[in-house]
């Protein structure tokens, strides 16, 4: 298991503005874990002993959710030996479904305390605290040793770090050589301003969404080798239809959801998001680099 140094949530070699405690700020859910036990409740499931199809709506926070993450995965080789960092991990989802499925150990690194600290009981819950690790930490300076993984992953994390060189920089730093980073993120396709709230920030000083060719060029220039693109535009709509459909059919968002980390905001939130996909001004997209052996 990586062995990470002691350090408080914004420590490390380079100093951090203050971008990252105002994200860290509006990420903050208070009584979360109480929530999402309150949410487990109402759908009929043990809240002590939920499984992690019943945490899925709520803890895969990402456009497209836990079939989204899934989507990137399978091109992914993951085996029980691979080491794998979970970049902005949230309450833990991709973090559990990988240890799952490929019995890997997961190391998850977010900036809001409440939710590695939510992470790590949803995976004590759910019986995988043995193959998962949660720290709160700065993704432009992680305590962790060079080339300590063999896998770097991130959901839905780009858009609210500004400096994209210096994260691919610390990136290809921790990976060891032949590693993959697999990120999935939403990029602008248009010049048009956005409209806020977003999901993923609450005002547009915390919002950093750029073009693929940022990624790319930021991936080159620390060293990485890209692999591929791929838009998920169309499975995103798809994703959305199907679950206003839901909400029609029962005439309520279900207890358990990604409205439980939008403080209250989420239909204005994703009627912004929507917007903007469908005015092609934005759109989510995977990408994949190799950091050469």
């Known amino acids: 298991m990586i062995e990470w140094r002691d350090m408080p949530a914004f420590s490390g070699s380079v100093p951090v503005n203050d971008i990252e405690p105002r994200v860290s700020g509006h990420q903050a859910v208070p009584?979360?874990?109480?929530?999402?036990?309150?949410?487990l409740s109402k759908a009929g499931v043990d809240p002590d002993a939920p499984g992690l199809d019943d945490l899925k709506p709520v803890d895969h926070f990402h456009t497209g959710g836990a079939p989204a993450t899934e989507a990137l995965l399978k091109q992914l080789d993951i085996t029980a030996r691979t080491r794998v960092l979970d970049i902005g991990c949230g309450i833990g989802g991709v973090a559990r479904l990988v240890a799952q499925k490929a019995?890997?150990?997961?190391?998850?690194?977010?900036?809001?305390?409440?939710f590695t600290?939510?992470?790590?009981?949803l995976s004590r819950m759910t019986g995988l605290s043995d193959k998962t690790t949660f720290h709160t930490g700065d993704a432009l300076a992680m305590a962790v040793d060079d080339e300590s993984f063999d896998l770097a992953l991130m959901f839905h994390v780009g858009m609210t770090i500004e400096d994209k060189n210096r994260l691919f920089a610390e990136v290809a730093r921790v990976l060891a050589p032949g590693g993959t980073f697999a990120l999935f993120d939403v990029m602008r396709t248009s010049q048009r301003a956005l409209t806020f709230p977003l999901p993923w920030a609450e005002t547009r000083e915390t919002a950093f969404v750029d073009r693929p060719w940022v990624y790319r060029n930021a991936a080159r220039d620390a060293g990485l080798d890209w692999v591929g693109t791929r838009?998920?535009?169309?499975?995103?709509?798809?994703?959305?239809?199907?679950?206003?459909?839901?909400?029609?059919r029962i005439g309520a968002p279900p207890p358990v959801g990604p409205h439980l980390l939008m403080r209250g905001?989420?239909?204005t939130k994703v009627s912004h998001?929507?917007?903007h996909i469908y005015a092609c001004d934005i759109a989510p997209v995977e990408m994949i680099f190799r950091k050469p052996a």
């Open 31 to 39: 009584c979360l874990i109480a929530d999402i036990r309150d949410a």
């Open 103 to 114: 019995g890997a150990h997961v190391t998850g690194l977010d900036v809001s305390a409440e």
């Open 117 to 121: 600290q939510t992470a790590d009981t």
């Open 231 to 248: 838009d998920r535009t169309e499975p995103a709509k798809a994703a959305f239809n199907r679950a206003f459909e839901t909400n029609r």
């Open 265 to 267: 905001k989420a239909e």
């Open 273 to 275: 998001y929507l917007s």
